[in-house]
């Protein structure tokens, strides 16, 4: 059984919200609130360290599944609704 990770952004998917985004994290990157964006993506490019684990993940075998939070919640959807602080990994 393939080992999965699942990272979920602190971000919808939707084109609004990906052009609200990518203008917050560089008129005021102190106050964007997805840490996991900060961690994998620079303004323009992915991060090269990032990259380089992620790379490394993948040859030992790991499944890495990226969400936005929108697209988690539809995937993982619950009748209980969902309790969780956005970042996830």
């Known amino acids: 059984m393939p ?3 699942l990272f979920i952004y602190n971000a919808n998917s ?3 919200s990906k052009m609200l985004d990518f203008a917050h994290k560089i008129v005021r990157p102190a106050t964007y ?3 996991l964006c900060s ?3 620079g303004n323009f490019t992915e991060n090269k360290k ?3 684990f992620r790379e490394r993940l993948l040859a030992e075998g790991y499944e890495l599944v ?3 939070k929108d697209e ?3 995937s993982y959807k619950s009748k209980f609704g969902h309790k969780y602080t956005y970042p996830i990994i």
């Open 3 to 5: 080992k999965k990770i």
């Open 33 to 35: 609130n997805c840490n």
């Open 39 to 41: 961690l994998t993506h």
């Open 14 to 16: 939707d084109a609004g």
């Open 66 to 68: 990226f969400y936005h």
């Open 72 to 74: 988690f919640q539809n």
């Open 50 to 52: 990032w990259k380089n």
